[in-house]
């Protein structure tokens, strides 16, 4: 199962279902993500998940009840001066945006850059993704079936 690329509206609905006070937030990450890597589509994973896809996914976005977090599957590999990014997995690393404000420092700007950069070198390897064939659901596609 693959991302599929999407209209900006697909990722609005996304935005609107979860939290839609947030909705300049993921507006002005949106519009970064674009102007800093402008060969970048919207895609969403087969999670539902709003991602940017540059050969590759290098970043998502999740909208929660207090934050957007905009995460890197490969945040480990990041150079991260600034200390924005959280997270102890083995690989993905989040920064929480809570104001339009957020986005504006130079610093993520700066690793959205680097994640672009590393998938052009080195697309997302297979581990990241689903294999073909694997059932994916939701949380919420998990409760409406119970």
Known sequence: MAAQEVNEFAVDDYVA???VKL???TD??????RKT?????????PWGVPTFDSNGSFCYLMVGK?????GFPRG???QDSAGLLEGTGKNLRHVKLRYVGDVHDANLRQLILQASVLNSKEPLGPSMRPERGQRVTSK???????
């Open 17 to 19: 279902r979860r939290n």
């Open 23 to 25: 909705k300049p937030v």
């Open 28 to 33: 002005a990450v949106r519009a970064l993500v």
């Open 37 to 45: 890597v402008p060969e970048s589509r919207e895609m969403l994973n």
């Open 66 to 70: 207090n934050h957007v977090t905009f």
């Open 76 to 78: 480990t590999s990041l």
């Open 140 to 146: 919420s596609s998990r409760k409406r079936r119970q």
